[in-house]
T-cell receptor, first 115, second 109 residues
Framework: GAVVSQHPSRVICKSGTSVKIECRSL??????MFWYRQFPKQSLMLMAT?????????EQGVEKDKFLINHASLTLSTLTVTSAHPEDSSFYIC???????????FGNGTRLTVT | GQNIDQPTEMTATEGAIVQINCTYQ??????LFWYQQHAGEAPTFLSY??LDGLEEKGRFSSFLSRSKGYSYLLLKELQMKDSASYLC??????????WGAGTKLIIKP
C-alpha cells in the first residue's frame, strides 16, 4: 500500500495567490524529504531537500522565498508556492527517504495550474 | 562532474523482451535504482542494486556492474501497460540521488 500521502492531487489557482502542498509519511519516520518539480516531457528536477527540524537546502536556481518548505515533523513536510504565477504551473512531487540505502518513496504528485 | 546516461526513447513489441541500459559516472556509489513513471504520474520503485549481478523480480530484472559503471533493466513478456518512462538513479557517496533523464519506452501491438 501507499507509504506516502500527498495532497492535493490537483489544484487550480489564480495568479498571485499561494498554494500549500502537503506530504505525509504513512508507514515510517522520514528523516529526509525531497521536493521535485517536473515539467511536461522533462525529467524530475530536485527543488530542495529538507531534514526534520532544520531549514531546507535549496537547489541552485530555486527561490527559497517563493517555495517555502516546512518539515516540522518526521511524518509531514509542506511546500508552499507563494504568489504563484503561470510559469509555476507544473507537477510537484514529494519523496521520502527512510534508512540510508532504502529507495525513495514518492507521493502521487500535485498538478498545479496557475491561471 | 556526475553523469548518468540512458537512451532517450526505445520501441518494442508486445510480448517481446527489451533491455534499457544505464551508464553512470558519479562521485562514489551507494546503489542504483530503477523507477517506472507513467505520463502524468509519480515514479514508482522497481529495483535497487548495490552489488554486482542480476536481480530478478517477476517480469523485470536489473543488472549491475560497478567496475563498468553500468546497469540495465530487462523487461520480459512486454505488455501495453509497460509503456512508460524508466528512470535510472544512482545514490552517490553523499547519499544524494543523481537522476538520469529517463528512457521513454513505447510498446507496439
Amino acid at each position: 500500500g501507499a507509504v506516502v500521502s500527498q495532497h492535493p492531487s490537483r489544484v487550480i489557482c489564480k495568479s498571485g495567490t499561494s498554494v500549500k502542498i502537503e506530504c505525509r509519511s504513512l508507514d515510517f519516520q522520514a528523516t529526509t524529504m525531497f521536493w521535485y518539480r517536473q515539467f511536461p516531457k522533462q525529467s524530475l528536477m530536485l527543488m530542495a531537500t529538507s531534514n526534520e527540524g532544520s531549514k531546507a537546502t535549496y537547489e541552485q536556481g530555486v527561490e527559497k522565498d517563493k517555495f517555502l518548505i516546512n518539515h516540522a515533523s518526521l511524518t509531514l513536510s509542506t511546500l508552499t508556492v507563494t504568489s504563484a504565477h503561470p510559469e509555476d504551473s507544473s507537477f510537484y512531487i514529494c519523496s521520502l527517504k527512510g534508512r540510508e540505502n532504502s529507495p525513495l518513496h514518492f507521493g502521487n504528485g500535485t498538478r498545479l495550474t496557475v491561471t | 562532474g556526475q553523469n548518468i546516461d540512458q537512451p532517450t526513447e526505445m520501441t518494442a513489441t508486445e510480448g517481446a523482451i527489451v533491455q534499457i541500459n544505464c551508464t553512470y559516472q558519479t562521485s562514489g556509489f551507494n546503489g542504483l535504482f530503477w523507477y517506472q513513471q507513467h505520463a502524468g504520474e509519480a515514479p514508482t520503485f522497481l529495483s535497487y542494486n548495490v552489488l554486482d549481478g542480476l536481480e530478478e523480480k517477476g517480469r523485470f530484472s536489473s543488472f549491475l556492474s560497478r567496475s563498468k559503471g553500468y546497469s540495465y533493466l530487462l523487461l520480459k513478456e512486454l505488455q501495453m501497460k509497460d509503456s512508460a518512462s524508466y528512470l535510472c538513479a544512482v545514490l552517490d557517496s553523499n547519499y544524494q540521488l543523481i537522476w538520469g533523464a529517463g528512457t521513454k519506452l513505447i510498446i507496439k501491438p
